[in-house]
């Protein structure tokens, strides 16, 4: 009969043989995160269902899109670290592939009275949560 650690030895071997080895080639070659989000909305013709395409952005892209949109004074004082309303903006143009928009476009959506701050946000957080998700790593059998 075998002992509890041989039993954990040949857990970790089995492991061990079963994953894949990361390589150079291999990790250039990840695509980038992707989500498909749908939100309900109310328009003239009555609630219809509307998707978006989401692609996150490299980390360098989306540093420097933080660092093109600084807060204001006022932002600043209240812990600010970029100012959310150019911000916002920015991020979903360039993180929303479908459709596409233009910053313009969404800064319309962001400022539009019909648009209550939720439902703004629901779609910025949806773009910066696609952007800082880390990889799944699933957790090995203990020693």
Known sequence: MPTQDSAGLKT???QRDASKRATYDLLRSKKRAEQEL????DTANGKEEVTFLFRSIGSQEYDALLSKNPPKNDQKAEGATYNIHTFAPALLAEVCVEPAMSSGEWRDIWDSPDWNRGEVMDLFFAAVNL????MVI???ASA
């Open 38 to 41: 749908t939100f309900s909305i």
């Open 131 to 134: 952007c800082n998700q880390g």
């Open 12 to 14: 970790r071997a089995a």
């Open 138 to 140: 699933p957790p090995t």
